[in-house]
Nanobody
Framework: VQLQASGGGLVQAGGSLRLTCVASGRTLSTYVMGWFHQAAGKEREFVAAISRFGGSSDNADSVKGRFTISRDNAKNTIYLQMNSLKPEDTAVYYC?????????????????WGQGTLVTVSS
């Protein structure tokens, strides 16, 4: 499967962005989907993940109550709605697909990755 992330940009602290990840090549419902981010000089970190049909999800503690992951399998698309953004959310955001029915937060358990989209939050 190929993944294409978009929607990043520059936003002021407290603002919102919605990231989109479009999948092609295989049916999206085959995969658990996740979002990760990587700030400059840091390792890639888990943000959120969602089950194959959207019945369950998991968020990192740092984004709970602010970010929401969702998916539309009919459109082969997942989303990350990011509200109340903080400067520490600044990073490149990646979508990823896992060939499993089990949600995971470890990047090494994901099989396919998009190219990333940059989110910059100014203070």
């Amino acid at each position: 499967v190929q993944l294409q992330a978009s929607g990043g940009g520059l936003v002021q602290a407290g603002g919102s962005l919605r990231l989109t990840c479009v999948a092609s090549g295989r049916t999206l419902s085959t995969y658990v989907m996740g979002w990760f981010h990587q700030a400059a000089g840091k390792e890639r970190e888990f943000v959120a993940a969602i089950s194959r049909f959207g019945g369950s999800s998991d968020n990192a503690d740092s984004v709970k109550g602010r970010f929401t992951i969702s998916r539309d399998n009919a459109k082969n698309t997942i989303y990350l709605q990011m509200n109340s953004l903080k400067p520490e959310d600044t990073a490149v955001y990646y979508c990823a697909a896992r060939s499993s029915a089990v949600i995971a937060s470890s990047a090494r358990l994901y099989d396919y990755w998009g190219q990333g989209t940059l989110v910059t939050v100014s203070s």
